[in-house]
């Protein structure tokens, strides 16, 4: 079950709460994701500087495609940067940082898919606990 949470007054919520008590997806969200697993669509992120590689290397084993902003040479960018290139490319942003929580700096509008992890200590086995 993915909690619920609040955090600088932005709402975060347990997705599977979104249809709950609803009609459920529209034929189009169902057409979609049908179209993605026919296709076998690979989910496509950008891992900011404070990523950790291990979840990197674990997302690709998965079979996401993980780019690095050390890959595209924009190590030491403004987290705006960061946002701005996924939703250009298409990708998910996964980040440790919270600041993208702020919803004055990241409105959901202009960066829709943005995962911000918690891994506690950061090491190797409060990771993979996870």
Same mark, same amino acid.
């Given at each position: 079950?993915?909690?619920?949470?609040?955090?600088?007054?932005? !709402?975060? $919520?347990?997705?599977?709460?979104?249809? @709950? %008590?609803?009609?459920?997806?529209?034929?189009? /969200? #169902?057409?979609?994701?049908?179209?993605?697993?026919?296709?076998?669509?690979?989910?496509?992120?950008?891992?900011?500087?404070?990523?950790? !590689?291990? $979840?990197?290397?674990?997302?690709?084993? @998965? %079979?996401?495609?993980?780019?690095?902003?050390? /890959? #595209?040479?924009?190590?030491?960018?403004?987290?705006?940067?960061?946002?701005?290139?996924?939703?250009?490319?298409?990708?998910?942003?996964?980040?440790?940082?919270?600041?993208?929580?702020?919803? @004055?700096?990241?409105?959901?509008?202009?960066?829709?898919? #943005?995962?911000?992890?918690?891994?506690?200590?950061?090491?190797?086995?409060?990771?993979?606990?996870?």
């Amino acid at each position: 079950m993915i909690p619920s949470y609040y955090s600088l007054g932005m !709402p975060w $919520v347990n997705v599977g709460d979104l249809y @709950r %008590g609803e009609k459920g997806p529209s034929e189009r /969200e #169902i057409a979609q994701v049908l179209d993605y697993a026919r296709r076998r669509a690979k989910p496509r992120f950008l891992a900011d500087e404070n990523f950790p !590689p291990l $979840v990197g290397r674990i997302l690709e084993g @998965r %079979g996401g495609r993980v780019t690095t902003v050390q /890959e #595209i040479k924009r190590r030491g960018h403004p987290d705006e940067n960061h946002a701005a290139y996924a939703l250009a490319h298409g990708l998910i942003l996964v980040t440790c940082d919270r600041d993208y929580l702020d919803e @004055r700096r990241f409105p959901l509008i202009h960066c829709p898919a #943005i995962v911000v992890f918690d891994f506690g200590s950061g090491n190797w086995r409060d990771t993979l606990s996870l």
